[in-house]
């Protein structure tokens, strides 16, 4: 199954739909690993991961939107002629966005939700922090957003081996040209209620990206709160999901 691109982090013979996981700017498929557990027993887990991290580390990272959605495309193949959904977190909301709407203009299968979090409605010029700055402004970036272990960044050599990967993740999402091109299917938006940059009001214009219905649903914390409150965030994402596949 796509072996370097998803991790199945559970088997659900009687699944339903299966929702593919992608991961925010410096992260990995390791951020859902507690996921199966809290999602509903018919939704099967697959995280993608991406080059330039853990078991791809030695693998370059991509730089551009375009290359790595096509590529993904190919490698997901398999797994999208039956049910799916997206979720993506920050960077990784992008990436699952540029997903479906690259699917949808092959004539591929669509996600049956798109779920998005941690990343501003794409059509606000909100600068991406970070991916032009020196080194040690990127550091200090990613200490303030809390998406490093404090292992990590207190481990200088460790920090700098990972700086390339965050450093190409993040131009991926800020050079990422944004043109109108709504989706069919509906959109969930989950907002921290403490997050900076994207802030439950900027989540709100993940609306105009779908053609369908759309929802934003606020949660305590900050920019990664579903680190902190997973239950209720998997809670609403079967509960829309099953919404999704019910009949008619």
């Known amino acids: 199954m796509s072996g370097r691109w998803l991790r199945r982090l559970a088997v659900r013979p009687d699944r339903r739909a299966r929702l593919l996981c992608f991961h925010h ?14 999602l509903a027993d018919d ?7 991406l080059p ?13 939107m375009a290359p790595l959605v096509t590529d993904l495309v190919d490698a997901l193949a398999p797994v999208l002629a039956e049910p799916f959904a997206c979720y993506g977190h920050s960077m990784g909301a992008r990436v699952a ?14 996600p049956e939700v798109l779920f998005v979090a941690g990343s501003p409605g794409p ?39 990972m700086l390339a990967t965050i450093r190409a993740d993040l131009t991926v999402v800020a050079t990422w040209p944004y043109r109108p091109a709504p989706l069919r299917c509906p959109v969930r938006a989950f907002a921290g209620a403490s ?17 369908s219905s759309f929802a934003l649903k606020v949660l305590p914390g900050g920019h990664f709160f579903p680190r902190d409150e997973p239950a209720r965030l998997l809670a ?10 019910a009949p008619g």
């Open 25 to 38: 700017a410096g992260g990995s498929a390791a951020a859902f690993a507690g996921w199966p557990a809290l």
């Open 97 to 110: 966005f540029a997903l479906a709407r690259e699917l949808t203009a092959q004539g591929h299968r669509g």
């Open 236 to 245: 609403a994402v079967s509960h829309e999901l099953r919404g999704a596949l």
């Open 123 to 161: 059509s606000l010029p909100v600068a991406v922090p970070g991916w032009d700055r020196t080194d040690d402004e990127l550091v200090e970036y990613v200490r303030g957003t809390g998406g490093v272990p404090p292992a990590v960044l207190a481990d200088r050599e460790l920090l700098t081996t």
């Open 195 to 211: 997050d900076g940059y994207a802030s439950p009001e900027r989540m709100r214009a993940w609306r105009s990206e779908t053609e």
């Open 52 to 64: 330039g991290r853990e078991d791809r580390f030695a693998e370059p990272p991509y730089t551009a």
């Open 43 to 49: 939704v099967e887990t697959l995280a993608v991961q």
